[in-house]
T-cell receptor, first 113, second 110 residues
């Protein structure tokens, strides 16, 4: 199993809503990542979890709240988002050691209305 | 100047042509990824390189660490190869951080 599974695939939410994005992998990877990708731009790193602990936070606004409840799951909790937060949110995972290949999910396309 | 530069940004070719996409980087890296992204979003990892050359089917990736340059080649290109190809480097310093190039949008016409 070399899949990273993200749910939902599409999400439309209002600016007052609270929603969560989910990411799951069963490859035994202990590094997991959230990226944000705007149209026609490369992905931008948001968060990195290593051994279920937050290791990198790229100055992401607090309306995005990551959570890694176990070694297979990564969540991104969303609250009070803005329309400019509309984007493709990609999850990825890899083994911990430097130089390990990253595997990406299909992404969640988020629209904030 | 971006740490990872790709060229060309856009490439249109006819089915069957040999395709080359280039990636240059200016930082110390432990590995380089070539990624493929189709419309609709999902990213697929094509190759991860730290030296030399790798081949998978019609795809070939090479890296020259001394020159800080990598190329992705597609032989006998096909319309289904149409996608955005992204070069991403894993920094040698800092934990687990991929730095992405801007991507090359490839269109293969039948």
């Amino acid at each position: 199993d070399t899949e990273v599974t993200q749910t939902p695939k599409h999400l439309v939410m209002g600016m007052t809503n609270k929603k969560s994005l989910k990411c799951e992998q069963h490859m035994g990877h202990r590094a997991m990542y959230w990226y944000k990708q705007k149209a026609k731009k490369p992905p931008e790193l948001m968060f990195v979890y290593s051994y279920e602990k937050l290791s990198i936070n790229e100055s992401v606004p607090s309306r995005f709240s990551p959570e890694c409840p176990n070694s297979s799951l990564l969540n991104l909790h969303l609250h009070a988002l803005q329309p400019e937060d509309s984007a493709l949110y990609l999850c990825a995972s890899s083994r911990i050691w430097t130089g390990r290949e990253a595997f990406f999910g299909q992404g969640t396309r988020l629209t904030v209305v | 100047k971006n740490e990872v530069e790709q060229s060309p940004q856009n490439l249109t070719a006819q089915e069957g042509e040999f395709i080359t996409i280039n990636c240059s980087y200016s930082v110390g890296i432990s590995a380089l990824h070539w990624l493929q992204q189709h419309p609709g979003g999902g990213i697929v990892s094509l190759f991860m390189l730290s030296s030399g050359k790798k081949k998978h089917g019609r795809l070939i990736a090479t890296i020259n660490i001394q020159e800080k340059h990598s190329s992705l080649h597609i032989t006998a290109s096909h319309p289904r190869d149409s996608a955005v190809y992204i070069c991403a480097v894993l920094l040698i310093q800092g934990a687990q951080k991929l730095v992405f190039g801007q991507g090359t949008r490839l269109t293969i016409n039948p």
